[in-house]
């Protein structure tokens, strides 16, 4: 047997070897991960850097306008249980607006 036919039969079963491969592994059904809850979020009080409130306060009206760290009556949007989790955090604010 030639050198170059050798080479070409050996190509041509290394092809249809990797087809089959392809077959065998696209029949498989895909492993599906099971989609993500969306995690339910709470106002948390007195744990905000400044300027980092997520909304209005009794002293401004919009989100980002709270000069004061850590104020008692800004809160910041966190993962339900995570808030009592948090030094100074509260889920109400210290005055009612």
Same mark, same amino acid.
């Given at each position: ?15 249809? %070897?990797?087809?089959? @491969? !392809?077959?065998? $592994? ?8 099971? /989609?993500?809850? +969306? ?19 009794? %002293?401004?009206?919009? @989100? !980002?306008?709270? $000069? ?8 910041? /949007?966190?993962? +339900? ?17």
């Amino acid at each position: 047997m030639r050198k170059s036919s050798l080479v070409v039969k050996s190509a041509l079963v290394g092809i249809l %070897g990797l087809g089959v @491969a !392809g077959v065998a $592994t696209a029949s498989q059904p895909a492993q599906s991960k099971p /989609a993500p809850q +969306a995690q339910k979020m709470v106002e948390c009080y007195g744990i905000n850097a400044a300027y980092k409130n997520d909304c209005k306060t009794v %002293g401004h009206a919009c @989100a !980002g306008q709270d $000069t004061k760290p850590r104020d008692p009556n800004a809160f910041v /949007a966190v993962p +339900a249980g995570l808030c009592q989790k948090v030094a100074g955090g509260s889920l109400q604010p210290a005055i009612k607006s």
